[in-house]
């Protein structure tokens, strides 16, 4: 299956500022998290997927062609964006039916399309007021129908959970499954990691115009050799689990809690190993075992802190 | 005394009714407002600061009853608002001393703070530049500073993370969490993120349609779940499951990640995981009793489910 | 030795309030002070205070010396002659700069504060609706009569110091009154227009503009009536002309276009500011109290 987003060599400057250095990427099927600090070039390279701007070197190609005037691709791409731009004096299904009729929708599949995806967004009630009045998180469920309404064989949403209260968060996590789960594909950036970690495993890192991860969370942990792995355990005998870990070569610290330990360790398949066996018995040295670093907001550290 | 004290109060925003009844205490300590847009926290946030009248019902910060001694609160309470703010065409150093003088602070005086409070918040050389030059992160750290200037014992935070990359996120929690537990000033947290809330706050109130819906230590929210766990093996994640089966539990996985939350039957012990392991030829990397989230709290409290309730 | 520690002090010092509303006025030169295009307005609001200030020594100095050269020459030029209407000349010919210098300043003052959402940040500090007001209304002021009343009064001190006689101190009097007041008339209600506009309108660019399209059109108005009515009195209702009126009346000068009692070009003035005062009270009060 091809990819939806096939990224060779692609540099982007502006004048000596290099926003996109060298980048090779595929982004594929189900739900992928793009994320990155501010200045990585995250932006420039959605922008670059959106053919806004070309690439000053290298391709891109998105759904099969290059995205850069090319109507035939960006009508099947649905794009939320993370800033709040709207007509003054519009209400938000007015908002969302003129973007389909530029998309090329007449007048009739226009509206009925507005309506439906205001209704897939729960903004039914409200779409006949101005903008202006609307809540930060009813704006964003606009964009959010704006970019659904064409029904696009490609989501790309920029902070897409900014402003919406907890429920909104989780009507739209589900959202966001039920298309992958149709078959669209999407991508989601966000600065906020353990949302990305509640939507998906698979996540891209950019750092200063560069790809430095892509993959599954747990994969990219295993591969970062450097960082020794840290994991939590928690004993009714924090003292005598110590000493009987101690000795074991692997090990490359402990700290001691009241609770139990907090191990590093060189080799985490001998320690876990290790470990498990100490779970067995009446009375077990370890009651629990929880591995401190392979969140993604860990891994996020790891890789960006040189 | 409590530092808040909001008794029966009623606020109407406009013609329609935003606040309904609310009583509640505030002590000291750091306290998480959840709530659903609309909920009514930025009305009550509004009426605390003495922007709103009551319809009915009363509040006191400091014991001094509002809206009569809305200045003197002001005086003693620090704001963060949740909107970007600047003041473009000045710099951040212009901008500090001037709240720090609508305080009441002498210029020299103000000067001083503005210094040591930009420094708190981690805003260096750039606070000599004009605002317009500012990014997000940095503004962000200027409007906590301007709510800190004048060492409030009580302060407001609206969505603090706002527009903040991973790196900013922490940063300013932190900061929160130092302020809160260091400097003795009772925090209240405004956000829709729970995760931070749970991060920075000890309690919580939640707020939905004009009233408290609960109220209580976070601790007490969260506590464990009768006899569920949350386990992730190596590999061979099917047999393990198939075993699990078979032991009598009920479990769900834990999308997207491959954690399950696994309800064990009675009459099964702990270490029963670990050998159901081994039998399947896998070793157990994650297992832990599973605790309520904050959000499954807050949900519940609203009467709705989430994708990931328990089982 | 302390060893630093990441906090910050707790706040010794007091807390004075005296006038909140200067802290504002302050504030708002301060900013003013550090733009290079307001730098150059007062720069060009100061040449006529300089011709003014050769012609008064020129008329003074020179042309009372009937044995000076440059006498016979300069006493031929039209207008060299110093008296009460030239200090209505120049507060009347200082009225463009001051009109732009005032817009300049006050068309964002208000409007930028609600676009750049600092309205929250100012209210959540002791600041009442009131002193925010005041303070910026006082800036506008304060801005305008340093341009007109201000170097009025400095000319007219010239005037008597190098021509001293009792009878030009006893003049000068009414001629400094006269000044000040027709600058004020002059620059508070024009103070208050801009800060309405700057409190209704989004924007900057969109206050100045507006403001400046209301004074056309107030004046094409007032011609119009005037022309179709064929009555000169109409000219009246043309705010410019009405500020006009008012000082002629107030300088004792013989009015050239049209006739009317001073009451009707002071109620029109009095009633234009009192509306604008009632919009801007109106929308930053709304910012404080939003209920």
Same mark, same amino acid.
């Given at each position: ?306 | ?22 009583? %509640?205490?505030? @002590? *000291?300590?750091?306290? $998480? =407002? ?9 009305? #009550? &946030? ?108 009580? %302060?407001?935070? @609206? *969505?603090?993370?706002? $527009? =903040? ?9 932190? #900061? &929160? ?135 | ?291």
């Amino acid at each position: 299956m091809s990819a939806v987003v096939e990224v060779k060599s692609l540099s982007k400057w502006f004048g000596e500022v290099i926003a996109l250095n060298n980048l090779d990427l595929e982004i594929g099927r189900g739900v992928t998290g793009l994320l990155g600090p501010n200045g990585a070039g995250k932006s420039t390279l959605i922008k670059v997927i959106l053919g806004l701007h070309a690439p000053s070197r290298g391709s891109v190609r998105v759904l099969g062609g290059p995205p850069r005037n090319n109507a035939a691709v960006l009508r099947r791409i649905g794009y939320c964006p993370e800033t709040d731009n709207f007509y003054a004096n519009t209400s938000g299904f007015e908002f969302v039916y003129w973007m389909n009729r530029y998309w090329g929708m007449n007048n009739r599949d226009a509206a009925r399309a507005a309506e439906e995806a205001c209704d897939l967004v729960h903004m039914t009630e409200r779409m006949h007021d101005p903008v202006e009045e609307y809540s930060k998180g009813m704006r964003q469920r606009i964009k959010l129908a704006q970019a659904l309404a064409a029904r696009p064989d490609f989501l790309l949403l920029d902070e897409p959970m900014n402003g919406l209260d907890p429920q909104g968060r989780d009507e739209m996590y589900a959202l966001i499954q039920r298309l992958a789960e149709h078959g669209t594909p999407v991508v989601v950036s966000s600065h906020v990691l353990y949302e990305i970690e509640r939507i998906t495993d698979d996540v891209v890192l950019l750092y200063g115009g560069s790809l430095i991860a892509q993959g599954r969370v747990r994969d990219i942990r295993a591969l970062i050799d450097s960082q020794p792995h840290t994991i939590h355990v928690s004993s009714g005998a924090a003292r005598s689990l110590a000493a009987r870990v101690a000795g074991e070569g692997h090990i490359l610290s402990l700290e001691l809690r009241d609770d139990g330990l907090v191990l590093r360790t060189s080799d985490p398949n001998r320690c876990y190993d290790l470990l498990n066996g100490l779970a067995l018995g009446e009375d077990p040295l370890v009651r629990t075992i929880e591995c401190a670093d392979d969140s993604l907001q860990a891994v996020f550290d790891y890789l960006t802190k040189k | 005394m409590a530092l808040i004290e909001i008794d029966g109060l009623a606020v109407s925003y406009g013609r329609e009714p935003a606040l309904n009844g609310v009583s %509640l205490r505030i @002590d *000291e300590g750091a306290l $998480g =407002l959840l709530g659903p847009n609309g909920a009514g926290k930025s009305t #009550l &946030i509004k009426t605390i600061l003495g922007f709103l009248r009551p319809a009915s019902g009363s509040v006191k910060v400091f014991d001094l009853p509002l809206p009569k001694s809305a200045l003197l609160v002001r005086q003693r309470v620090g704001y963060m608002p949740e909107r970007e703010s600047t003041s473009p065409k000045i710099s951040a150093v212009s901008f500090l001393t001037y709240c720090g003088r609508l305080f009441g602070m002498s210029m020299v005086d103000a000067m001083e703070r503005t210094h040591e409070v930009l420094n708190y918040v981690g805003l260096g050389e750039s606070r000599y530049r004009n605002m317009e030059t500012y990014s997000t992160g940095m503004l962000q750290r200027v409007k906590l500073a301007q709510a800190l200037i004048h060492d409030p014992k009580l %302060l407001f935070l @609206d *969505e603090p993370t706002n $527009g =903040l990359d991973p790196d900013g996120r922490v940063e300013m929690l932190e #900061l &929160i969490r130092e302020i809160a537990s260091q400097r003795g000033v009772t925090v209240i947290l405004s956000s829709h993120l729970l995760p931070d809330v749970q991060h920075v706050c000890d309690r919580v109130a939640m707020l939905a349609k004009g009233r408290i819906l609960s109220e209580g230590s976070i601790e007490a929210l969260t506590g464990m779940l009768e006899r569920q766990y949350e386990v992730r093996v190596r590999d061979n994640d099917a047999a393990y499951a198939a075993l699990l089966e078979q032991a009598g539990c009920a479990q769900h996985r834990m999308a997207p990640s491959d954690t399950l939350l696994v309800r064990a039957p009675a009459e099964m012990r702990e270490d029963a995981f670990f050998e159901l392991a081994r039998a399947a030829g896998t070793q157990v990397r994650h297992f832990r009793p599973a605790r309520r989230s904050l959000e499954t709290a807050f949900m519940e409290a609203l009467g709705k489910e989430t994708s990931d309730a328990g089982v | 030795m302390p060893v630093y520690e990441h906090t910050y002090r707790n706040y010794e010092g007091v807390f004075r309030h005296r006038f909140r509303w200067w802290i504002v006025v302050e504030q708002e030169f301060r900013v003013l002070a550090r733009l290079r295009i307001f730098k150059f307005l007062v720069l060009l609001a100061s040449i006529q205070v300089l011709l003014r200030l050769v012609q008064i020594v020129a008329y003074d100095t020179i042309v009372q010396d009937p044995n000076h050269p440059m006498a016979a020459v300069l006493s031929r030029l039209e207008g060299i002659t110093v008296k009460s209407s030239t200090f209505f000349d120049f507060i009347n010919f200082q009225t463009p700069v001051m009109f732009i210098i005032l817009l300049y300043a006050g068309a964002g003052m208000i409007c930028n504060d609600f676009r750049n959402n600092l309205m929250e940040i100012y209210f959540s500090k002791p600041l009442r609706w009131h002193d925010y007001l005041l303070g910026k209304a006082a800036t506008l002021i304060l801005l305008g009569l340093s341009v007109t009343a201000l170097p009025a009064l400095f000319l007219i001190a010239e005037h008597v110091i190098l021509l001293p006689s009792w009878e030009l101190v006893r003049q000068a009097v009414d001629m400094a009154s006269a000044s000040l007041l027709f600058s004020l008339v002059l620059v508070v209600p024009t103070a208050l227009a801009v800060l309405a506009c700057s409190s209704l309108l989004p924007g900057q660019n969109y206050a100045a503009i507006t403001l400046f399209m209301l004074i056309i059109a107030n004046s094409s108005m007032a011609g119009l009536l005037s022309q179709s009515l064929r009555a000169r009195s109409y000219l009246g209702l043309s705010y410019p002309l009405a500020v006009m009126r008012l000082g002629q009346d107030l300088f004792g000068i013989r009015p050239a276009i049209f006739d009317m009692a001073w009451h009707w070009p002071f109620s029109l003035l009095a009633a234009t500011a009192f509306i604008c005062l009632l919009i801007v009270a109106r929308r930053v009060r709304r910012a404080e109290i939003p209920a």
